[in-house]
């Protein structure tokens, strides 16, 4: 079986962010995000503000630059959408380098790239400092319904399942004589997807019951020490409110 | 043009109507949740885990529609119909919650977006259409089958319309908005093929190995279900 539930995005490093508890770094991004998303778009410096922030919190948490870098091109698609806008737009226009511009459409393209791209590196950041079981207690923690931590631990639980399986019936195929080529993949694909996803629910259904043998009832045991203390909370607040205080100084000036 | 490729990230969509999809996302989602809670029994619970596992492999999957343009499946229909309704956008919501807060992929502030087209919009259409389609198609896997492709169709279209309407309310720039929406109908025809056959082989295969297991075929079961589970069909290697 795979080892840990650690996730493609998170980096094991020991820091004072990794060790901060999830749930006061799920409230501070998420606060980060909206104070971005509100801030009007023509304000440069308060968006350069948000940058510097945000390459503080990577130094602290010990996440290098080229590596957020790296998985910030999930963004790619929208900046493409966003370079297209100068050119689809309405309203006024400029020319530069003789290319017809909508004015609208630029200040568009640019405020999908700073808020997009900010909000990515904020994600990633804490991708980056929090393990998924730590994300779904952080979750518990911050009264989200039941329900939704369940699946989400039992997503957690058969994602690995899955892909192990997967991993076991591709071994068998190619035991048995099966030569994979690129595009003739798609139909042993297509056969196996449905006996994947039986085989894999029959072997978490056993560790399931299992598990309700054992005495769950719908909830991960907490480990001790729970709550997060006033300190951590100061400290996550930080984020947001530096945020907060560049765009107030910003809109006010 | 590129389509989305991914979630909607924040900054396509203004704050006031995110701020207002956020909180129709909250609710519907609070309604899933007391409705759901009665379906969540002993057997429901670790399939919707799966359910959730599989969509979130799926939407890994980006495949290229047209040069340029890539899509991923979003698996509302699927869930509808091995889960039901109401677990079923619990599960997709689950998912995007996660890629969004671990996987950067779709924005905090637009997970009211993405939550109500593809939990929301999706699932419903998907569960609408797999209950109208079973009413006149055999009730067979190979009709279970091809109602969910159908389905499945249709709901990402209707998903993708979702996106649609949110930038007409609240795009942060004005686009011709009868070109987005072919634009995006069109791309989304083509994932949803793609979607329906992966949701139509799943289905059928569950529905002929464990049918006990389809949510959607539970109305129409005519003994009730025996207390023990029939032993499995499938062989499955090595002990967990």
Known sequence: ?253 | MNVEAMHIANGIVNGPVSGAFAALAVLALAVCVWRGRADLDDRLAPMAGLVAAFIFAVQMLNFQVLPGVSGHLLGGTLAAILVGPWVGALCVSTVLVIQCLLFADGGLTALGLNITNMALLGTAAGYLLVAGLLRLLPRTPTGLAATAFVASVASVVISSQGFVLEYWLGGTTRLSLPTISLTMAGVHVLIGIGEGLIAGTTVATVSRVRPDLVYALRRFRAVPRPAAAPTPATVAGGAA
């Open chain 1, 1 to 253: 079986m795979a080892g840990g539930h650690a996730h493609p995005l998170h980096l094991a490093r020991d820091s004072a962010v990794h060790r901060l508890p999830a749930e006061v770094k799920i409230v501070a991004v998420l606060l980060f995000t909206v104070v971005v998303v509100i801030t009007p778009r023509a304000e440069f410096a308060a968006f350069a503000g948000y940058a510097a922030l945000l390459a503080a919190v990577a130094a602290a948490a010990r996440v290098p630059l080229p590596w957020l870098a790296k998985r910030a091109t999930i963004e790619l698609p929208f900046v493409l959408l966003a370079v297209a806008l100068p050119f689809a737009g309405h309203g006024e226009r400029v020319t530069w380098l003789g290319m017809s511009l909508s004015v609208d459409g630029l200040y568009g393209a640019w405020n999908i790239f700073a808020k997009g791209t900010l909000g990515v590196v904020a994600s990633l950041l804490l991708a980056a400092t929090t393990t998924m079981r730590d994300l779904i207690l952080g979750l518990d923690r911050l009264r989200c319904p039941r329900v939704f931590t369940q699946i989400a631990t039992f997503m957690l639980r058969y994602m690995d399942i899955l892909a192990d399986d997967a991993r076991r019936m591709r071994i068998a195929r190619l035991s048995r004589g099966y030569d994979p080529r690129f595009l003739w993949q798609v139909k042993a694909f297509a056969v196996s997807v449905g006996a994947l996803f039986l085989r894999a629910f029959e072997r978490g259904e056993r560790v399931y019951l299992a598990m309700v043998a054992r005495g769950y009832t719908g909830r991960l045991p907490r480990p001790e020490g729970a709550d997060a203390s006033a300190t951590q909370w100061a400290a996550s607040a930080l984020l947001p409110a530096a945020a907060a205080g560049i765009a107030v100084a910003a809109v006010l000036r």
